[in-house]
């Protein structure tokens, strides 16, 4: 269990660097979004195994941020019709699972109200992003609070891009650089990094709670929430080509995407 909770540490740590793409994503397309969530709400009622299960996993996920940062800052910049198509893939393939698991544990369908309401709210999202982007060299303090909460929010709803939140912010470039090479911190940085690094944990805290009460209490309308959000979040990484090359990688990482959560 360690070394796959680990191994899918540093496959959700990719979802907390590149636009469009949430970290929960991947988490429910490997199948232990809902169980995290739970593990982390409930920490000490079971401390030790909890703490086994989620320290190889937010180990991984740390590696992942740190190893990854710069091949995907060169992928983005060079190889952008590659990398996106591989996660449209990924993300179309683990609708179908979102669809079954309410089907599964409400016996309902999807909600069409919460569906629309998430769905529409993604779009607007996306247009904001699409007309506002401005890249800022030296955030303030203030802001570097607010782009943890925003980044918090973006990581753990599945289908909000935290990168995207921070591309709104204009200061993805400016963490990414930063992530790409840790060791260029100067004190200026880790300074600003600090009120990051504090909202970043209370407001994950606390919306950690909020989804594993909705996850617990309103199953059936917060997944339709989380598909509307998931299929909007395609547009924030569809690069705006398409050849046969697309579509190969589309159907590869739809199919694995598809096999491994359903």
Same mark, same amino acid.
């Given at each position: 269990?360690?070394?796959?909770? @680990? #191994?899918?540490? $540093?496959? %959700? /740590? +990719?979802?907390?660097? *590149?636009?469009?793409? =949430?970290?929960?994503? !991947? ?25 086994? @299960? #989620?320290?190889? $996993?937010? %180990? /991984? +996920?740390?590696?992942? *941020?740190?190893?990854? =940062?710069?091949?995907? !800052? ?189």
């Amino acid at each position: 269990m360690y070394l796959k909770n @680990f #191994l899918y540490g $540093l496959i %959700i /740590g +990719i979802g907390f660097i *590149i636009p469009g793409v =949430s970290g929960g994503v !991947l988490a429910t397309i490997l199948g232990i979004y809902e169980e995290t969530l739970q593990r982390i709400s409930n920490l000490f009622k079971n401390l030790k195994d909890n703490l086994l @299960f #989620l320290l190889p $996993l937010f %180990i /991984g +996920i740390f590696i992942s *941020i740190l190893l990854f =940062s710069k091949l995907i !800052l060169y992928l983005l910049n060079n190889k952008l019709n590659f990398i996106s198509y591989v996660f449209i893939g990924l993300i179309l393939g683990c609708i179908p699972y979102l669809f079954k698991e309410i089907k599964n544990k409400t016996n309902k369908n999807i909600s069409s109200i919460y569906f629309l309401i998430s769905f529409i709210f993604g779009i607007i999202l996306f247009l904001i992003e699409k007309n506002n982007i401005s890249n800022i060299e030296e955030p303030t303090i203030l802001l570097m609070f607010i782009a943890g909460i925003f980044y918090s929010t973006g990581k753990l709803v599945p289908g909000i891009s935290g990168a995207a939140l921070l591309m709104l912010l204009g200061i993805y470039e400016y963490l990414l650089k930063i992530l790409a090479n840790p060791l260029s911190l100067n004190l200026n940085n880790i300074i600003l990094f600090i009120p990051f690094i504090i909202s970043f944990i209370i407001s994950s805290i606390i919306i950690i709670k909020i989804i594993n009460y909705l996850l617990n209490n309103h199953f059936r309308n917060t997944y339709s929430a989380i598909i509307g959000f998931v299929i909007s979040s395609i547009l924030f990484i569809y690069p705006n080509t398409f050849t046969l090359s697309s579509i190969i990688i589309l159907i590869c990482s739809f199919t694995i995407s598809f096999y491994f959560s359903k």
